[in-house]
């Protein structure tokens, strides 16, 4: 069970996001992992990844002097050596593709490296499968969100869920959403500049920008 499993959307709607992560198990093969998880996010940092994270922190560097207002002009920089670095102690370590080709190289890096590690794909079912025929492994078993259940209608509409659920740990309102679709809507911010936005509220780095900016610009009409 990860914190991505509940993304919202169809199955076509995950064609350009992937996440994989290691997952150590406490009092079976956590003892001198660190070595071994950094290695993990290093093969990760190879394959362009769009997004990485240690659980602790994101890979978007931290800055000095911030204020309240500060995410509206803050370049998002992606430092991955950080992530990497970042890994103390024993947890989750993770890391978001965009496309399929760069998603399944990893995971043939990966098997390959046999670091001994419980590794999860999160995406959709044929996703997950087609990687795993390309790395020459069966999946050991698949995990299903039946949805959500709203009998009162008290939330927000299929585009807003999308941005607002790619943060696993709830940290993207669905007030900030809606305000960046309408932010770019109105012209006021680029559908880059408003995922940009988005993906700093995502502290373990499982947010995918590149996601978010084909869901606001698909919002406004400007793709299909």
Request: with cysteine; net charge positive; proline share 4%.
């Amino acid at each position: 069970m990860t914190n991505t499993l509940h993304r919202y959307g169809n199955a076509i709607s995950f064609r350009d996001d992937y996440i994989l992560f290691a997952i150590p198990s406490k009092g079976i093969n956590d003892e001198d992992c660190i070595p071994k998880l950094k290695e993990f996010l290093r093969i990760c940092s190879r394959h362009s990844p769009v997004n990485m994270g240690n659980g602790n922190r994101s890979s978007l560097a931290p800055e000095k002097g911030l204020s309240p207002t500060v995410h509206w002009k803050r370049i998002a920089v992606k430092d991955w050596q950080s992530v990497i670095e970042g890994v103390e102690k024993p947890g989750t370590v993770s890391a978001v593709f965009s496309s399929k080709e760069n998603a399944e190289a990893c995971m043939k890096e990966i098997v390959a490296a046999d670091l001994g590690f419980s590794i999860n794909m999160s995406t959709s079912v044929e996703n997950a499968k087609k990687a795993a025929e390309a790395s020459n492994i069966k999946r050991h078993s698949v995990e299903y969100s039946l949805g959500f259940n709203d009998p009162h209608d008290h939330l927000p509409d299929s585009k807003v869920l999308a941005l607002s659920t790619m943060c696993g740990h709830g940290m993207v309102s669905f007030n900030m959403a809606k305000k960046m679709i309408e932010m770019v809507r109105e012209g006021r911010r680029s559908s880059e500049d408003a995922a940009n936005t988005l993906v700093r509220f995502c502290p373990c780095g499982i947010y995918n920008s590149d996601r978010a900016k084909r869901i606001l610009d698909e919002t406004i009409g400007k793709t299909k």
